[in-house]
C-alpha cells in the first residue's frame, strides 16, 4: 500500500520568520488530520533548523531543496548531507528541473548526490521531466527514461524503499499548465514499468511517485485519483497554507 506524499517545494521563497508562520499554521492543522497521507515541506536552508523546532512535535517533515554529494570540504557556498542530517531533515530534492536549466546539473552529478543522501539517511526526491520540445518531439518517455537509467546507476534495489520519484514536466512547472491526469498517469506508469525493467515488479509496484506542476487545490482530486500518481510536489500553491492545505485534503 504505497502512502502519498504531499511535499510543498517553498524553492527561493520565504524568510525565516515568514517559515515558521506558515509552518505553525500546517503543523497546528496536521493534529487533527487523520487521513492516510504523509506530508513534506521542503524550504530553503537559510529556514530549516528554525523549521526543525516547530515541526518536531508534527506528523510534518521536513526536507531540503538541494546539497552537495561531498560530507565536507573547499565548496564555497554548498551545504553537505552531514549539515543537513545535523539539522535532522528527512528528504532532500535532487535534480529539481530549476537545477537542471539553471545551475547545469546533469545526470551523472545527480548520481553523486542520491547516492549520497542515501548514504546519509536522508529520502532523495529524486526529480525528472521533459521540456515543451521534448514532448512536441514526442521524447518525453525517452527523456524520463534516460533521467532515471543515468541517475540511478549503481544504486542497490534495498535502497528502494527510500528513494521517490517525482515526474515533473518542465513546461508544466510554475506555468498554470497543468498536464492533464491521463497525461501525468501516463508518464508515471511508463516510470513504473522503467523500475520494474532496472529492479523488479515488488520494487516498482512500491516505489512512490509524485506528480508536480501546476498543482492547486481545484485540480489535486483529479490528478490524485490516478493509480499510478502518489501525491504531489507542489510549488506556488504550498506557499499559502490555506491553499496547501487544501491539496493536503484533496
Ligand atoms: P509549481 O512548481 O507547483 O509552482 O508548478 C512545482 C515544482 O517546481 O516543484
Known amino acids: 500500500m504505497r502512502v502519498p ?9 520565504n524568510t525565516i520568520e515568514e ?6 499554521s500546517l503543523a497546528e492543522f496536521s493534529k487533527s488530520f487523520n487521513k492516510d497521507r504523509e506530508i513534506l515541506i521542503c524550504a530553503p536552508f537559510t529556514a ?9 512535535s508534527s506528523k510534518i517533515k521536513l526536507g531540503a531543496q538541494n546539497m552537495h554529494y561531498e560530507e565536507s570540504g573547499a565548496y564555497t557556498g554548498e551545504i553537505s548531507p552531514l ?11 535532487i535534480g529539481h528541473s530549476e537545477r537542471r536549466q539553471y545551475f547545469n546539473e546533469n545526470d551523472e552529478l545527480l548520481n553523486k548526490k542520491l547516492k549520497a543522501a542515501l548514504k546519509h539517511g536522508i529520502k532523495p526526491i529524486l526529480c ?7 514532448r512536441e518531439a514526442n521524447v518525453e518517455k ?3 527514461k534516460t533521467q532515471i537509467v543515468k541517475s540511478l546507476c549503481g544504486i542497490d534495489a534495498d535502497c ?7 515526474y515533473e514536466p518542465v513546461w508544466a512547472i510554475g506555468t498554470g499548465k497543468t498536464a492533464s491526469s491521463d497525461q501525468a498517469n501516463e508518464i508515471i506508469s511508463y516510470i513504473r514499468n522503467v523500475i520494474k525493467e532496472l529492479y523488479d515488479e515488488e520494487i516498482s509496484e512500491n516505489v512512490i511517485i509524485q506528480y508536480g506542476g501546476s498543482v492547486k487545490g481545484s485540480n489535486a482530486a483529479e490528478i490524485m485519483a ?25
Open 83 to 93: 549539515m543537513l542530517k545535523d539539522i535532522g531533515v528527512d528528504y532532500v530534492l
Open 128 to 134: 525528472v521531466g521533459e521540456t515543451l520540445e521534448q
Open 5 to 13: 506524499l504531499i511535499a510543498g517545494n517553498w524553492k527561493m521563497n
Open 142 to 144: 525517452e527523456t524520463v
Open 226 to 250: 490516478k493509480p499510478d500518481i502518489d501525491g504531489a510536489l507542489v510549488g506556488g500553491a504550498s506557499l499559502k497554507a490555506e491553499e496547501f492545505i487544501n491539496i493536503i485534503n484533496y
Open 19 to 24: 517559515s515558521l508562520y506558515l509552518a505553525k
Open 160 to 166: 528502494f524503499k527510500n528513494i521517490v520519484i517525482a
Open 48 to 56: 530549516l533548523y528554525a523549521l526543525k523546532t516547530v515541526l518536531k
